[in-house]
């Protein structure tokens, strides 16, 4: 049940953290001053570990534990589908995301990187929503059995 409620957690706060990512940070990089860009993604990247970082590998290795460790209430199919969303976000990450902005970090603003990586997010924040909606529907269906 822990691994349960920690995976719930996660996957709530991943979906919301990504969303604002997506919808209000990306957005706001036009803004920045084009002589600081490059310092601002350094910064940003720095100060991306705790909020950002760290709990989407969290949920990723919660992701896999629930597909060895799955609780009787979790199916194979939905720790399957949690570790396949995880997968695809962080592939999402790897080709686009992290790589776009470790580059803007070293070159500075890039109209069409910033482009790049607003478009791209999207697989990111999407798997994120599903990963939520996921985790949400397991519990009100447990909720509904315990009644």
């Known amino acids: 049940m822990t691994l349960f409620v920690v995976f719930l957690f996660l996957a709530i706060y991943n979906a919301g953290n990504m969303t604002t990512l997506q919808l209000q940070h990306y957005g706001i990089y036009p803004a920045v001053p084009?002589?600081?860009?490059?310092?601002?993604?350094?910064?940003?990247?720095r100060a991306a570990a705790l909020p950002t970082i760290v709990p989407a590998i969290l949920l990723l290795l919660t992701s896999v534990a629930l597909v060895f460790f799955r609780p009787a209430?979790?199916?194979?199919?939905?720790?399957?589908?949690?570790?396949?969303?995880?997968?695809?976000?962080?592939?999402?990450?790897?080709?686009?995301?992290?790589?776009?902005?470790?580059e803007m970090a070293l070159t500075g603003y890039s109209e069409a990187k910033v482009r790049l990586l607003i478009r791209t997010n999207w697989i990111r924040t999407i798997c994120y929503w599903l990963l939520s909606a996921l985790a949400i529907s397991i519990l009100v269906r447990v909720l509904q059995t315990a009644r």
């Open 34 to 45: 084009k002589e600081g860009f490059a310092e601002y993604m350094r910064a940003n990247n």
């Open 73 to 102: 209430f979790v199916t194979i199919f939905e720790g399957a589908a949690a570790f396949w969303l995880n997968f695809f976000a962080l592939m999402s990450t790897a080709l686009w995301q992290r790589r776009l902005q470790g």
